[in-house]
RNA sequence: GGCGGCGUAGCCAAGUGGUAAGGCGACGGUCUGCAAAACCGUUAUGCACCGGUUCAAAUCCGGUCGCCGCCUCCA
């Protein structure tokens, strides 16, 4: 029984669809003003196992992730670098999914975009009037947020509170401070569109409305975002789309994404450690942002350092060094006793408890010991074995889409990215490991220890198989 | 100031009433010419601290301290 941590109710709740069998999500994306960065890339990764799962569960799933295509930021941009908004967003979109699909992110029924759902949000703000619970003002038309009862529900605010928190912005057009924009008049050189308030561009909130709307109805079971996300966003989104329709709860579940922190800081445009996916994916293999995205509990702050990616490289390296070994012997007679079935009822039990990813892994390295074991004990795994192993491993990977690459192709890529960042070349090194053969079999130790420490002090480790071959790897630190 | 979260070994991290998964690292051993990898063993008599409830608490309750997030655009 799957449960799920509701931001909205504040509890962990048994998941129960509106429509049995069915499952519509919403997820807020990415405004397309620069190149998506870490962040970015847990949210999308976080609700795509959450997608997955829900697949895996035999839910039929509607998943709707948006881009913010029309926004000040955007306009800000367009405006300081004289490139259309179109050509920026086009530019952002096309490279968010260019790194979504390197991390193995589904692409969600639909990617809908703000600017393509105007219509739409014109229409719910006119409704919104209707209803008392927004006002023009000049050419622009506010949320009256004291109008609607249950403002604050979700991100459990008083709206007192948050008057007193003074860091709302005056503007002499908004009866209240707290008021927030669903349509804003035109300036010079902005965006437009016509609206019965004259020419202008949609308030942020109100984009996500109009498209979940469209997609999902009025109601619909999955909201997910940041953190960040939860308020104001999310809380004007809820307050906007319940005093539209009427009906509440507007989403059903809220799930929002812990942050990503920078060497135990926070990640952000101030500080100027922004990490961009462009940039990770350089120089981590894929696979390995995923894991280290997933070994965390979604909901809990991750903190990004060279130490913790090197500890997913190392962790998944041990993996796929197993896997391969176990792989590349020789068909034989014999099933390691493999507690496969096991790990698969715990893998489930997991992600059954709010998606805890994290409690999963531990039960896939039992295997790899075992594994080991098996293998050094000079056993030999029967064909079926093998496939069965297989056969489990993508049956968990279709949820978490890590742990089934081609071990012999991880490994391998790893030590071509690896080669790289090396002083040295590849032939540079197999000269260095023929000549020690060369020593050892005269054995004169002296030299190839001393060739071994050359290759180390290189980021080179060497392995001399038992058949008299001598592999190498790339450790750096 | 208001609201919320967190504090488990050197580091990361599961575990929400039944006696501390797992990964990285470290140390000892096996293997090896020596290493590396792998395997075996050790590495938290204790889960921030103090009280309380219970036969039983990391887990529930109360308090204390510390860290963090949100309240402003942000995944």
């Not at 799920?4 to 709740?13: D, G, M, P, V």
């Not at 670098?81 to 999914?97: L, N, V």
């Not at 703000?114 to 719910?124: F, N, S």
């Not at 197993?322 to 507690?339: C, H, I, K, S, V």
């Given at each position: 029984?799957?449960?799920?941590y509701?931001?909205l109710?504040?509890?962990?709740?048994?998941?129960?669809?509106?429509?049995?069998?069915?499952?519509?999500?919403?997820?807020?994306?990415?405004?397309?003003?620069?190149?998506?960065?870490?962040?970015?890339?847990?949210?999308?990764?976080?609700?795509?196992?959450?997608?997955?799962?829900l697949?895996?569960?035999?839910?039929?799933?509607?998943?709707?992730?948006?881009f913010?295509?029309?926004?000040?930021?955007?306009?800000?941009?367009?405006?300081?670098?004289?490139?259309?908004?179109?050509?920026?967003?086009?530019?952002?979109?096309?490279?968010?999914?260019?790194?979504?699909t390197?991390?193995?992110?589904?692409?969600?029924?639909?990617?809908?975009?703000?600017?393509q759902?105007?219509?739409?949000m014109?229409?719910?703000?006119?409704?919104?009037?209707?209803?008392?619970?927004?006002?023009?003002?000049?050419?622009?038309?506010?949320?009256?947020?004291?109008?609607?009862?249950?403002?604050?529900?979700?991100?459990?605010?008083?709206i007192?509170?948050?008057?007193?928190?003074?860091?709302?912005?005056?503007?002499?057009?908004?009866?209240?401070?707290?008021?927030?924009?669903?349509?804003?008049g035109?300036?010079?050189?902005?965006?437009?569109?016509?609206?019965?308030?004259?020419?202008?561009?949609?308030?942020?909130?109100?984009?996500?409305?109009?498209?979940?709307?469209?997609?999902?109805?009025?109601?619909?079971?999955?909201?997910?975002?940041?953190?960040d996300?939860?308020?104001?966003?999310?809380?004007?989104?809820?307050?906007?789309?319940?005093?539209?329709?009427?009906?509440?709860?507007?989403?059903?579940?809220?799930?929002?994404?812990g942050?990503?922190?920078?060497?135990?800081?926070?990640m952000?445009?101030?500080?100027?450690?922004?990490?961009?996916?462009?940039?990770?994916?350089?120089?981590?293999?894929?696979?390995?942002?995923?894991?280290f995205?997933?070994?965390?509990?979604?909901?809990?702050?991750?903190?990004?350092?060279?130490?913790?990616?090197?500890?997913?490289?190392?962790?998944?390296?041990?993996?796929?060094?197993?896997?391969?070994?176990?792989?590349?012997?020789?068909?034989?007679?014999?099933?390691?006793?493999?507690?496969?079935?096991?790990?698969?009822?715990?893998?489930?039990?997991?992600?059954?408890?709010?998606?805890?990813?994290?409690?999963?892994?531990?039960?896939?390295?039992?295997?790899?010991?075992?594994?080991?074991?098996?293998?050094?004990?000079?056993?030999?795994?029967?064909a079926?074995?093998k496939?069965?192993?297989?056969?489990?491993?993508?049956?968990?990977?279709?949820?978490?889409?890590?742990?089934?690459?081609?071990?012999?192709?991880?490994?391998?890529?790893?030590?071509?990215?690896?080669?790289?960042?090396?002083?040295?070349?590849?032939?540079?090194?197999?000269?260095?490991?023929?000549?020690?053969?060369?020593?050892?079999?005269?054995?004169?130790?002296?030299?190839?220890?001393?060739?071994?420490?050359?290759?180390?002090?290189?980021?080179?480790?060497?392995?001399?198989?038992?058949?008299?071959?001598?592999?190498?790897?790339?450790?750096?630190?």
């Amino acid at each position: 029984m799957l449960k799920l941590y509701n931001t909205l109710t504040h509890k962990k709740e048994p998941f129960e669809p509106r429509e049995s069998g069915k499952v519509r999500m919403y997820v807020c994306g990415i405004t397309a003003y620069d190149e998506c960065h870490l962040g970015h890339a847990r949210a999308a990764v976080v609700f795509d196992v959450v997608y997955r799962y829900l697949k895996f569960l035999k839910y039929d799933v509607t998943y709707i992730r948006n881009f913010t295509d029309v926004d000040d930021k955007i306009i800000k941009k367009s405006a300081d670098t004289g490139q259309s908004c179109e050509a920026i967003t086009a530019k952002y979109i096309q490279s968010y999914q260019e790194q979504m699909t390197r991390l193995r992110v589904l692409a969600p029924t639909e990617e809908p975009r703000a600017t393509q759902h105007i219509k739409e949000m014109v229409g719910l703000i006119e409704r919104l009037i209707a209803n008392g619970l927004a006002y023009a003002s000049g050419s622009d038309v506010f949320f009256e947020v004291r109008k609607f009862r249950g403002y604050g529900k979700l991100s459990h605010k008083k709206i007192d509170d948050l008057e007193s928190g003074a860091r709302v912005e005056i503007d002499e057009k908004k009866k209240d401070p707290l008021d927030f924009a669903l349509w804003k008049g035109a300036k010079p050189g902005e965006p437009e569109w016509d609206s019965p308030w004259g020419k202008g561009r949609p308030g942020w909130h109100i984009e996500c409305s109009a498209m979940s709307m469209k997609y999902l109805g009025e109601r619909f079971d999955i909201h997910g975002g940041g953190r960040d996300l939860m308020f104001p966003h999310h809380e004007n989104e809820m307050a906007q789309s319940e005093g539209v329709t009427g009906k509440a709860p507007f989403a059903k579940y809220w799930l929002h994404n812990g942050f990503v922190n920078i060497n135990a800081e926070k990640m952000s445009k101030s500080i100027g450690n922004i990490r961009s996916m462009p940039a990770i994916l350089a120089q981590w293999d894929p696979e390995i942002v995923r894991y280290f995205l997933l070994s965390n509990h979604y909901a809990s702050p991750l903190d990004f350092t060279d130490e913790s990616m090197t500890n997913a490289r190392e962790a998944l390296r041990r993996f796929y060094e197993t896997l391969n070994r176990f792989y590349q012997t020789p068909d034989g007679a014999e099933t390691p006793a493999l507690p496969l079935a096991e790990t698969e009822k715990v893998f489930q039990t997991s992600l059954d408890d709010d998606f805890n990813t994290a409690a999963l892994v531990g039960g896939l390295f039992d295997q790899i010991r075992i594994l080991n074991k098996f293998l050094d004990e000079g056993r030999r795994p029967t064909a079926a074995a093998k496939k069965e192993l297989v056969a489990g491993l993508q049956r968990i990977s279709a949820v978490v889409a890590i742990f089934d690459a081609d071990p012999a192709e991880f490994l391998q890529k790893q030590k071509d990215q690896g080669i790289q960042k090396l002083a040295l070349s590849e032939k540079q090194i197999n000269d260095f490991i023929t000549e020690r053969k060369q020593a050892r079999l005269a054995k004169n130790w002296q030299r190839s220890d001393e060739i071994r420490d050359t290759l180390a002090s290189h980021n080179v480790v060497l392995k001399d198989n038992p058949d008299g071959t001598t592999g190498w790897e790339i450790k750096i630190a």
